[in-house]
C-alpha cells in the first residue's frame, strides 16, 4: 500500500490536490468540489450540481417497496438516484464501478464492492440501464446487500423489469 500523500495549507488555506488523484477523480480546472468533514478528517468529493429526476425516484420507490432492498442508479461518474441506503445523489462512484458501467453486462458480485470511495454497503448486483437516447453514455441499477444476506434471485428479476422499465422510458 502506497504511504498518504502529505500537502501543506498555505496561508490562504488552500492545498494542492496532487495530479494522480485528480486524473483519478477526473478533476479539471473549474471543477467544483464539496468539502465535508468524515469521522476525523475531511471528504473531498467532485461536486456535480444536478436536477433531481422524479421519474427514476419513482423507479426506485416502487422497486424498494417490492423487494425493502436498497438500490441506486448511477451513471459512469456520479450516484443519479438512491433509496434505502445513505448514498446522496452527485456523489461520484468509485473508479472500478465506472469501468464496470462502461462495460454494461450485468454482474452479481461475489466480493465485496463499493459503490463509492465512502460506502460502506456492499454492491450485490449491476444491472446496466440502455441510454440509447439518455444524456448519460453509461447508466446502471445497482442492489445492495442487506447486512450479510445476498439479494435474491426474485429481487433481481424485479430490479431487471424496473431496469427494463427506465429503459423503455428513454426511448
Not at 467544483?32 to 468529493?45: C, H, V
Not at 456520479?78 to 454482474?107: C, D, R
Not at 461475489?110 to 460502506?120: G, K, M, Q
Request: glycine content about 4%; aromatic content about 8%.
Amino acid at each position: 500500500m502506497r504511504p498518504a500523500m502529505v500537502r501543506h495549507i498555505d496561508s490562504q488555506g488552500r492545498i494542492i490536490i496532487p495530479k494522480e488523484i485528480r486524473d483519478t477523480m477526473h478533476l479539471r480546472n473549474g471543477d467544483a468540489l464539496e468539502i465535508r468533514p468524515f469521522d476525523s478528517g475531511i471528504l473531498l468529493n467532485k461536486y456535480t450540481a444536478q436536477v433531481k429526476d422524479p421519474d427514476l425516484e419513482k423507479y426506485l420507490e416502487i422497486l424498494y417497496s417490492v423487494i425493502r432492498c436498497s438500490a441506486a442508479i448511477c451513471s459512469e461518474e456520479y450516484v443519479i438516484a438512491a433509496k434505502g441506503i445513505g448514498l446522496k445523489e452527485g456523489t461520484s462512484v468509485s473508479a472500478w464501478l465506472a469501468e464496470y458501467l462502461n462495460a454494461q453486462k450485468p454482474v452479481v458480485f461475489e466480493d465485496c464492492f463499493y459503490a463509492t470511495e465512502s460506502s460502506s454497503i456492499p454492491v450485490d448486483t449491476l444491472i446496466p440501464i440502455s441510454t440509447s437516447v439518455s444524456t448519460y453514455s453509461a447508466m446502471a441499477l445497482l442492489l445492495f446487500q442487506n447486512g450479510k444476506k445476498r439479494v435474491s434471485d426474485e429481487e433481481r428479476l424485479c430490479a431487471r423489469i424496473i431496469a427494463a422499465l427506465i429503459t423503455a422510458k428513454a426511448l
